[in-house]
């Protein structure tokens, strides 16, 4: 069997090894030395000036939301993952979607400017498949109206943006380490910053506000992770340039195998060092993609329609018609891709690509 994906896992003694530290310490969570070592590290991987370790990719967009103390409209993306919709929401904000464009699949930054009204607060973007969002085009925007931005940048590890982590944009980016991504620790995720002060202030949040044993600097959150989920991290990040490289060398095969169907892909912004992260590919009708689905499931592969459906759609938001993102939606596939994929598998689910397509 063949999945969309497959967790990394290290070798298991350099995990049990730190765990075995964890034992002799016996300190399990609440900031301990695994989950500092981890956040000074991955500063230093990902370059950048301020990063928390919290227990998942949702919580960092709930927090950094609540950081920014975010009221009324928050302009989105109907093409994300559905916690990118769900914490405005969750967050008591309205989502505003506007339409993506439609060769980055990212939203499109002419549309967010008809969006804006007086209630408008900010604007929450992803970087979809790890592919930089315009940044400057919504920068200048986000400028012009006063609106503090977030960037879900849950598919960026890795990502570089004019030879810089592409986390460096916007008040605050959030990531995620689950499982499934590229670099993980089991659970996890974290928001990144410049702003020394809001760091501070998210740091409060994820730790019920806690200043000191008994004083409260105003409401907060359990957000914080463990010393195990530190552990995980700390063990995989040795891996990460060898994830990153494998990656690569997957996307050249499945481009190479699958070049006669010359099938659509997104186009990755020009200014971007790209982590590859997923393989997604557009087909030229949604039962075109249906047939690709099928076809693979008989073999036991099992590709993802990623992201489907779109968030525009979900019942607990007001439906507006998202063109782009609909049509998109219902034809993008993402091919599976995992660093112990082979690159026989890889032939493999290109071969019945390509002769379901004939
Ligand atoms: C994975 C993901 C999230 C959520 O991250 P979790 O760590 O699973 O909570 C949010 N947004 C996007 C785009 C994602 O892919």
Redesign the pocket.
Known sequence: MIEVTKPFLPPLELYQKRISEVWERNWLTNDGPLVKELEARLKAYLDVAHLLFLT??????QIAIKALKLKGEIITTPF?????TS?IVWESCSPIFVDIDKESLNIDPQSIEAAITEKTTAILA?H?YGNPCDVDAIDLIAKKYNLKVIY?A??CFGTQYNNKSILNYGDIS?I???A??LFHTI???AVVTNDAALNKKMAYLRNFGHDGIEKFNGVGINGKNSEMHAAMGLTNLDYAGAILEKRKADHDLYDQYLAPLKLDKPKISAEAGYNYSYYPVIFNSETECLQIVQSLKQHQIFAKRY?YPVLSGLDYVPFKEMPVAEDISKRILCLPLYYQLTAEEIGLICEIINGSLK
């Open positions: 998942n990719g949702t919580i960092a967009l994300s993952y559905v916690a990118t914490s992803t979809v879900d849950a598919h959030t995620s380490f689950h499934t991504k659970e996890g995720g992201f």
